[in-house]
């Protein structure tokens, strides 16, 4: 059991869990309190010594009954139900169908006698499936279909509409032929789920078998290939991440030797001249950006969207003020929510009231409604950022719109996630649209876009 244990705890690891070595000895001594007899207390125990975080019980619960469990889900025998007249007919039945059921005799049998597979037949199945290479849980559902085919149970469905259609044929009563079909059904989904148990509780000893794996740094992984647990650690990490550009930000509000005189630095810097002025000291105060947000929340752009605007509006004290909107198929103001509540409230609501949904993003008519609505925002002191990747599915990209907002305000930038050799591609509009832009940043990861927030903050 110990080496079950071992095995499962590094198959978690493997998963992602964090499980310390401490933690591992912890689940060993309490188990060994509490027994392994019950196996709701051995889970609860297992559970309560290693998963730290809600959002890792579902990985553990997924986890722990390819470890801990039989792998042989209830089978019924059929024949032994069926009344002598009824097996007869179903003998009858198989003979006439013999030339088309000859290479699924034995499955036949096996799905009327209730036989599960045995470990060899499994094992013999999943080498034939290329089993034995998988070494990742999202390879599952590929290795349970090529084992369903490699044991029959795909060819055998059509085999079985036509057996009830001879059997119907041969006089076989309505009622009869609906519980034979319900339990050769239920039998065959019990041989299915065996492999499906196989499978999966294979592939995690393969994964439990690796050499733990170095994570890569989440600020660095690109933000399209985040797990959901990935998602939420990085969420803490743009608090962090906007502390620390506020401190780099505030270093930035020194004093410089052109701009408004101060008497009071120039009086402290020549009292070594015993107080007759000799150097002039001036100040002028870094200016802070006036921002104008445009963000496409379509599905590809959902949560580089969330940490941007959350990561902005952590860093609401270093800019003079902020206006931002999102788009799909048309602009939405949002600046009032993000106003009124605390940053990821605030972002956490937008996305929940504005989700993605069968309409495709029009950033050609979003920027119309801006043209109608919210030009006035624009002066020689705006910034305009927008944030997307340029797709327009191949509507009117107004350009013009574009090219005026970049004449009327001081700057505008983009923060496009794919790089350049995508550009064009299909319904990209991106080479156009950088045409009148005065600068494009890459943010394909968090630390991309922390990196050009700090930018933008730095060129206020």
Avoid at 99 to 107: H, Q, S
Avoid at 132 to 158: C, H, I, K, V
Avoid at 394 to 401: A, G, Q, V, W
Wanted: proline fraction near 4%; hydrophobic fraction near 40%; charged fraction near 30%.
């Amino acid at each position: 059991m110990q080496k079950r244990m071992i095995e499962f705890i590094r198959a978690l690891r493997a998963a992602g869990l964090r499980v310390s070595l401490a933690e591992s000895q912890d689940a060993m001594f309490a188990v060994d309190h509490t027994g392994v007899r019950s196996r709701a207390t051995f889970k609860s125990t297992m559970k309560a010594t290693l998963v730290k975080n809600q959002r890792d019980q579902p990985i553990f619960d997924y986890f722990f009954p390819l470890f801990f469990s039989n792998n042989k889900p209830p089978l019924q025998n059929i024949l032994e139900q069926m009344t002598e007249d009824q097996q007869a007919l179903l003998q009858e039945a198989m003979r006439s169908l013999m030339g088309e059921l000859d290479a699924l005799r034995d499955l036949l049998g096996r799905l009327l006698e209730g036989r599960e597979f045995g470990g060899e037949e499994l094992q013999r199945l999943g080498d034939m499936s290329g089993l034995p290479q998988g070494d990742e849980m999202y390879m599952r559902s590929w290795f349970e279909r090529r084992m369903n085919r490699q044991a029959g149970l795909t060819q055998l469905e059509r085999m079985l509409e036509d057996l009830l259609e001879e059997l119907a044929a041969l006089g076989m009563s309505e009622e009869a032929l609906a519980d034979l079909e319900e339990m050769l059904r239920e039998n065959m989904a019990g041989l299915s789920e065996q492999i499906s148990q196989y499978v999966g509780a294979t592939l995690a000893e393969q994964m439990a078998e690796q050499e733990p794996r170095e994570r890569p740094d989440l600020l660095d992984v690109p933000l399209q290939r985040l797990s959901s647990g990935d998602i939420e650690d990085l969420r803490d990490e743009v608090r962090r991440l906007a502390a620390r550009l506020r401190t780099r930000a505030a270093l930035r509000q020194k004093r410089a030797k052109t701009g408004n005189f101060d008497p009071r630095k120039t009086i402290r810097k020549n009292m070594r001249y015993g107080g007759v002025p000799m150097e002039a000291q001036f100040r002028k105060r870094h200016k802070k950006p006036s921002l104008i947000l445009l963000c496409d929340l379509s599905t590809s752009m959902r949560y580089a969207v969330e940490f941007l605007l959350t990561l902005v509006y952590e860093l609401s004290d270093q800019v003079r003020r902020t206006h931002s909107f999102i788009f799909i198929h048309d602009l939405v103001d949002v600046s009032t929510t993000l106003a009124e509540l605390p940053p990821r409230e605030a972002v956490a609501r937008i996305m929940a009231e504005n989700p993605p949904g069968y309409y495709s993003t029009d950033l050609g008519n979003s920027l119309n409604s801006f043209q109608k609505e919210h030009m006035h925002l624009v002066d020689s002191r705006s910034t305009i950022l927008f944030f997307g990747d340029g797709r327009n599915n191949y509507n009117d990209p107004r350009l013009d719109i574009a090219q005026e907002m970049q004449r009327k305000g001081r700057r505008l930038i983009w923060f496009c996630p794919e790089s350049r050799r995508q550009w064009g591609s299909g319904d990209s509009d991106m080479w156009e649209y950088s045409m009148y832009a005065d600068k494009v940043f890459l943010v394909n990861n968090l630390r991309q876009l922390a990196d050009a927030v700090d930018q933008l903050l730095a060129d206020g």
